[in-house]
């Protein structure tokens, strides 16, 4: 069992180095289709223990990645939250939330290697607004595993797996042929 979790964190860690700032990856280099028909990793709304499209037990550091202001009976949280960007989208915790410059509609185009780096932020109901964002700009698109995934002003919202609430980590980073942007709770990313 050990020998399991040194492998998990080992892998987590792997996945950190990898990714942010290290310039632009294409799928082929991770070995993976951003086409891919199921998620990679997603964060979980529960607060269960996460699997990838494989079944296996993710990483404790992607698995941790929940937001308890989720449920089934009520949406995701999204919040306006204060950081070194200025006001931006984030969770009911704060972790604040990207948006992918490669996609140009509500469409996702972030699956396979790209959604366990950038996980998608998922959603059981209709997302709720809290403090600083405007409702009317909060949605929901369907991933193709099906999964309902948080839109703002129309464009699909992604968790980067090395934040936690108040550390916002990948602004303004080249990764999976796109810029990763945080967002203004007017729906502009932060350039």
């Known amino acids: 069992m050990r020998w399991i979790s040194l492998v998990a964190l080992v892998a987590a860690v792997g996945l950190l180095g990898a990714g942010c700032g290290d310039g632009d990856q294409s799928?082929?280099?991770?070995?993976?289709?951003?086409?891919?028909?199921?998620?990679?990793?997603?964060?979980?709304?529960?607060?269960?223990?996460?699997?990838?499209?494989?079944?296996?037990?993710?990483?404790?550091?992607?698995?941790?990645?929940s937001d308890a202001s989720a449920s089934a009976a009520n949406g995701r949280l999204i919040k306006a939250v204060g950081s070194d960007y200025g006001q931006v989208v984030a969770d009911g915790k704060g972790e604040?939330?990207?948006?992918?410059?490669?996609?140009?509609?509500?469409?996702?185009?972030?699956?396979?290697a790209c959604a366990t780096a950038w996980p998608p932020v998922l959603t059981n109901g209709k997302p709720r607004a809290g403090e600083g964002v405007t409702a009317s700009l909060l949605g929901t698109t369907k991933r193709a595993n099906g999964k309902l995934q948080v839109t703002y002003d129309g464009q699909p919202?992604?968790?980067?797996?090395?934040?936690?609430?108040?550390n916002?980590?990948?602004?303004?980073?080249?990764?999976?042929?796109?810029?990763?942007?945080?967002?203004?709770?007017g729906g502009e990313p932060v350039t």
């Open 27 to 65: 799928a082929t280099q991770t070995g993976a289709s951003m086409s891919d028909e199921s998620d990679a990793a997603t964060k979980d709304e529960s607060g269960g223990t996460m699997k990838d499209e494989t079944g296996e037990t993710m990483s404790q550091e992607v698995a941790m990645k």
């Open 96 to 112: 604040a939330f990207y948006v992918f410059g490669k996609e140009n509609s509500a469409k996702s185009k972030c699956y396979g």
């Open 157 to 166: 919202l992604y968790y980067y797996v090395g934040d936690t609430p108040g």
């Open 168 to 185: 916002i980590l990948c602004q303004n980073v080249s990764e999976f042929g796109g810029l990763w942007l945080v967002l203004r709770p």
